[in-house]
């Protein structure tokens, strides 16, 4: 990424030889990411994040297959992250759409069956989330998508927690949008893409220039277009071997942690999850409580999406599946990454059950 900072400096929107330059680079780099993907480069189009990609993906989607067709049903889950259900309910409140939530089992997964009966001709978008960035569960995406596909629905997934944990080729998916963000895979912050297959249309919401293809204008963060492709380029190169370490981390950490500590459950799927995701609720705790005391005894943890942090509100996700709001404010999650270790777990349990008895002890004193 460094010389696209100072010594290649130019506006890959510019004609002129600088320009040249990075808009060659962004054009390199849109072809290695298409081609992960399993996609074509002009199906690519560089966001400043996840939240950006899915909004794009469901407002830009919508707004145009209403124009087209018509379609104003909403179809999605309550087991999105924020950046997905705040959009789908801000399209309701706010632009007339039908929103409707599909149903999930415990686990927080979508029955294939359950999207083929709630499918209407006038569905506009189906949005499903990928991996659940709170409770780990892996959706069977494949299956979905084939339906929505039949039936000539777009069909998005929020793919942000996937890329490096689970298969993300468009192709064999059946994908027909789909949201990543660089840093959840080591690229830097302010860095996402959103694949569009081509014939899916969506409007720009920010317009102005003529940068990708009309859907996204604004000159391009080259530098983080750079470092989006290598550390893609790294996740993919190491992607078994990391599954295959991280599902065992993960699984000693899970067994671990419910054999150490009472009245502790694990949220999400058991085995259909994210690899590097372990999250738990734990009776008679404060979330907040147990991060701020992880994070003095120098573990970085949280529990429901990072981007509630401080909410003092149950997690939507663990309400969404039946959990009572004392057993959901003891939510924690615990995500791996490359330079978790065994020993690192062995550090975490050897510290988890302690802080949790003494924050246990408090909770029942206190009023
Ligand atoms: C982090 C996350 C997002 C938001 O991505 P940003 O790049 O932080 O905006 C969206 N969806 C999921 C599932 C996430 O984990």
Redesign the pocket.
């Known amino acids: 990424m460094m010389p696209y900072f100072s010594e290649h400096f130019g506006n890959p929107a510019s004609t002129h030889q600088w320009g040249q330059i990075t808009d060659h680079v962004v054009m390199s780099s849109r072809q290695g990411i298409a081609k992960i993907l399993g996609g074509a480069p002009n199906e690519v189009v560089f966001t400043s994040?996840?939240?950006e990609s899915?909004n794009l993906a469901l407002r830009g989607t919508v707004f145009a297959e209403r124009a087209r067709r018509g379609a104003n049903h909403i179809l999605t889950t309550a087991v999105e992250?924020p950046?997905v259900l705040r959009t789908a309910i801000a399209l309701a409140k706010h632009h007339d759409f039908e929103l409707e939530m599909l149903p999930v089992d415990p686990f927080g997964r979508v029955a294939p069956k359950d999207l083929a009966h709630a499918l209407r001709p006038s569905t506009a978008i189906v949005s499903v989330?990928y991996g659940n960035?709170e409770i780990g569960t892996i959706n069977p995406i494949s299956d979905l998508s084939a339906i929505c596909r039949d039936r000539g629905v777009p069909f998005h997934t929020?793919a942000?927690?996937a890329v490096g944990q689970a298969p993300i080729n468009v192709l064999e998916l059946g994908i027909d949008l789909m949201s990543i963000?660089g840093?959840?895979f080591y690229a830097p912050k302010g860095i996402?893409a959103l694949y569009i297959r081509e014939g899916i249309d969506p409007v720009p919401l920010q317009t102005g220039g003529s940068h990708e293809n009309g859907l996204r204008a604004g000159t391009l963060n080259v530098p983080s277009i750079v470092g989006l492709l290598d550390a893609l380029k790294l996740a993919a190169g190491s992607y078994e071997a990391h599954v295959k370490k991280m599902t065992s981390l993960r699984d000693r950490l899970i067994h671990l942690v419910l054999e150490h500590i009472p009245e502790s459950r694990l949220t999400g799927h058991p085995t259909q999850r994210l690899p590097n995701h372990a999250s738990f609720t734990f009776k008679g705790i404060e979330s907040n409580q147990l991060i701020a005391a992880l994070d003095l005894a120098g573990f970085a943890c949280s529990s429901g999406s990072a981007c509630k942090t401080g909410d003092p509100e149950p997690s939507q996700v663990l309400t969404a599946l039946g959990y009572d709001s004392e057993e959901s404010s003891g939510s924690l999650r615990i995500t791996l990454g490359r330079t978790s270790t065994p020993d690192s777990i062995d550090d975490f349990i050897e510290t988890l059950p302690d802080l949790i008895a003494k924050l246990r002890a408090v909770e029942a004193i206190s009023p």
Do not use: E, L, R, W
Request: aromatic share 0%; with cysteine; hydrophobic share 20%.
């Open positions: 994040c996840g939240t899915n992250h950046a989330i960035n929020d942000v927690q963000s840093h959840k996402g």
